[in-house]
């Protein structure tokens, strides 16, 4: 079992309301890496960090912001949600080597 | 454009019974294949990574199997249990990226019935 954590693992909110989501790993992996979800559809990245005070935008353009003040730390940030954010976002991490990833439960997101 | 494609979408099969999943990619360079599983409601757990080199691998019941030159795998899943039930994942990662950039399918999901 990985010791990666997101927190809240269901969120409802309205439009135009501010969101965090919290990932945190206690592996001391130096990439962290966030994906959204659709449901019966391939995880697409959307942020990347090689690790303290990088990051980078994934291959899914998405309105979100990251940020990595600690390596233990990669929350995911919404300014002002809206519906079409409704997804599930989930975070992982890696070794330098990067060769497998490990994941964490996920954040269900939904935007009235 | 990389993809990497799975079949069938969706697999219904009784406890008990053997089943094969089948992985197609076109990413190059290839640098390896992985199969996740993935419970609802859960992130996705690495089960097997094949590298260029490996043509079978085993993990307790699941034994994948990959053929570099048509680029395809498949996931067998022996004596299935009612705990298989999830999204199985084929991902591929290619060779030209530091990051081991990975190429996700969508996803068979798995429903074994008692």
Request: aromatic share 10%; hydrophobic share 25%.
């Amino acid at each position: 079992e990985a010791d990666i954590y997101q927190t809240p693992r269901y969120l409802v909110i309205g439009t135009g309301k501010k969101i965090t989501l919290e990932c945190s790993q206690t592996m001391g992996h130096d990439k962290m890496y966030w994906y959204q979800q659709d449901p019966g559809m391939e995880l697409h990245l959307i942020h990347y960090s090689y690790g303290v005070n990088s990051t980078e935008k994934g291959d899914l353009s998405s309105e979100s912001t990251v940020s990595r003040i600690r390596t233990e730390h990669f929350p995911l940030t919404l300014e002002s949600a809206r519906p079409s954010h409704t997804s599930q976002y989930l975070c992982a991490s890696s070794e330098p080597a990067g060769e497998t990833q490990y994941f964490g439960p996920g954040t269900r997101l939904l935007v009235l | 454009k990389n993809q990497v494609e799975q079949s069938p979408q969706s697999l219904i099969i009784l406890e008990g019974k053997n089943c094969t999943l089948q992985c197609n990619y076109t990413v190059s360079p290839f640098s390896n294949l992985r199969w996740y599983k993935q419970d609802t409601g859960r992130g996705p757990v690495s089960l097997t990574i094949m590298t260029f080199s490996e043509n079978t691998k085993s993990n307790g019941r699941y034994t994948a199997t990959l053929d570099a030159d048509t680029k395809q795998s498949s996931l067998h899943i022996t004596a299935s249990q009612l705990s298989d039930s999830a999204s199985y994942i084929c991902v591929v990662s290619d060779r030209g990226s530091t990051l081991g950039r990975l190429y996700f399918g969508r996803g068979t999901q798995l429903t074994v019935w008692p």
